[in-house]
């Protein structure tokens, strides 16, 4: 059996242990960290949203040869702050002008700029015009179907498991998206339509990891109130989270490799467009997607029921055995750490009843009370013969 696999079962038998909920104020500060600094990253920086979205000109030609900083510096005379970006598509390369809204004057001074700059004839410049309406439209249907998705798992978390599993999985969804999209303002990459479907990607294989460890949790938590058990809510949750930890991992891994292929892809040898903006929310969404439903989602959850008073008194029934299993463990000392000559129990140890009140063990017929002639007193019964007869 390989070490992984080894190391995997060891956690899920509760062998191996990692304190994930007991540490949660270090995973809440970090995530606030992080929080902290998308909020300001899109307050600072804001989202670059694409032509899809803000509406304008688009202007597309098939050049070798043509530079993107003389084609944006001609470009700006006419249109304001213009984005010019080279694609690769099939081993062609292609320069791509994005502006805002034209007259059909300025239009056609653009194209013959790009034209002009690229070597080639105006008729081989493709325009695509896409109006401000259309772009507040597919904006307002994405906010749309965002809220119709989170009120729906929602719906299903609260039903099939419980509203407290419910909140902390949105939280923990809410948690994916601010960081998603701060890195996105932080970077200065556009939000185009393909971005949207990245998101909304990512929202699912979030709260696909977390579900499975709050299944896990929910069959370690079973019954936990009713039975007599020394574990509390926190120490089930986290056995979850350990047992589920090399699912989630190998999870995670295997879907970013192909994701960070597919960034690099559309980045280095492709150039900006719909592979990066697709690739990179995804990488980023399921990296925070992973730690998110061990880290937030999983405390949060830990942290909501142990305020209920059946768990409360589950916890100080837990800890008072607890309490007792750790003193019967000190009362019990290897006979080697004893002073030699000390009667042993059966597991090892010296009995409690042999033990003197400065912690030594009572030595047989040395350590009775002496009498005048420094004799050991005996009892009654030590004095009788055995005929019942008295010296």
Not at 79 to 104: C, F, I, M, N
Not at 151 to 165: G, H, R, S
């Amino acid at each position: 059996m390989s070490a992984s696999k080894s190391w995997g079962n060891r956690l899920y038998r509760g062998e191996v242990s990692y304190d994930f909920i007991g540490k949660q104020k270090r995973w809440y500060t970090i995530s606030g960290v992080l929080l902290l600094v998308s909020v300001l990253s899109l307050l600072v920086f804001g989202l670059k949203f694409s032509l899809e979205f803000r509406g304008g000109s688009q202007f597309r030609v098939k050049s070798d040869t043509a530079s993107v900083e003389t084609i944006r510096s001609h470009v700006a005379a006419t249109s304001k702050a213009p984005t010019v970006q080279s694609e690769t598509v099939l081993g062609h390369r292609y320069v791509v002008v994005k502006t805002t809204p034209l007259t059909p004057d300025q239009q056609t001074s653009v194209r013959n700029v790009i034209a002009k700059d690229a070597g080639v004839q105006p008729n081989d410049v493709s325009p695509t015009l896409i109006s401000g309406s259309w772009g507040h439209e597919i904006t307002q249907k994405a906010i749309t179907g965002l809220i119709i998705f989170v009120a729906l798992v929602l719906l299903y978390l609260a039903i099939f498991y419980e509203w407290k599993m419910a909140l902390s999985g949105i939280i923990a969804l809410v948690h994916d998206l601010v960081i998603t999209a701060g890195i996105y303002a932080l970077v200065g990459f556009e939000v185009s339509p393909a971005t949207v479907i990245g998101f909304l990607t990512i929202l699912g294989y979030s709260l696909y990891d977390t579900v499975v460890v709050f299944d896990k949790v929910r069959e370690n938590t079973k019954g936990l109130g009713s039975t007599k058990t020394d574990q509390t809510f926190t120490q089930a949750a986290n056995l979850a989270v350990n047992q589920t930890l090399i699912r989630s991992l190998n999870t995670s891994l295997i879907a970013l490799i192909p994701v960070a292929s597919l960034l690099f892809a559309g980045t280095l040898v492709g150039g900006a467009g719909v592979l990066q903006d697709l690739a990179l929310a995804l990488l980023v969404g399921i990296a925070v997607g992973t730690y998110s439903s061990i880290f937030i989602a999983t405390p949060l959850l830990a942290d909501l029921k142990e305020r209920e008073p059946d768990m409360r008194t589950l916890k100080r029934k837990a800890s008072g055995a607890q309490a007792k299993a750790a003193a019967r463990a000190e009362r019990t000392v290897p006979v080697q750490e004893r002073v030699p000559g000390g009667r042993a129990d059966g597991g090892g140890g010296v009995l409690d009843d042999e033990i003197d009140s400065v912690g030594e063990p009572v030595q047989p017929g040395r350590d009775l009370p002496r009498g005048p002639r420094n004799q050991p007193v005996r009892g009654d019964r030590g004095r009788n013969r055995p005929s019942g007869k008295r010296r």
